[in-house]
């Protein structure tokens, strides 16, 4: 049974950093692609960085780049995503999704599990 639980998720100040964490289980990251998305209040939901062996590590949206980073440790079998220099528009329900393929997609349809989702919240 494939199972996503993020953690890492809290209140930071702008200009702060947390380090979001994406625990896989019934599968290997190996194999599959991790991304993840980002969903604010009354928008929709968003990709913002996906790792893959097929794509390497990518990051989706000009608002994101040189700021995230994400990574994976497979012996842990977990993909963290660490965010610097946060800023109040980074407020959002982050999740990790996987659709036990390959490649990366930026679009919240071509992803067939989901975690349960990490609040952040960036304000002063």
């Known amino acids: 049974q494939i199972q996503l639980v993020e953690s890492g998720g809290g209140l930071v100040q702008p200009g702060g950093s947390l380090r979001l964490s994406c625990a896989a289980s019934?599968?290997?990251?190996?194999?599959?692609?991790i991304a993840w998305f980002r969903q604010a209040p009354g928008k929709e939901r968003e990709g913002v960085s996906c790792i893959s062996n097929r794509n390497g590590a990518t990051n989706w949206g000009d608002s994101v780049k040189g700021r995230f980073t994400i990574s994976r440790d497979n012996v842990k079998n977990t993909v963290y995503l660490q965010m610097n220099s946060l800023k109040p528009e980074d407020t959002a329900v982050y999740y990790c999704?996987?659709?036990?393929?390959?490649?990366?997609?930026?679009?919240?349809?071509?992803?067939?599990?989901w975690g349960q989702g990490t609040q952040v919240t960036v304000s002063s």
């Open positions: 999704a996987t659709h036990r393929g390959w490649s990366c997609y930026s679009t919240a349809p071509r992803y067939d599990y």
């Open positions: 019934g599968f290997s990251l190996d194999y599959y692609a």
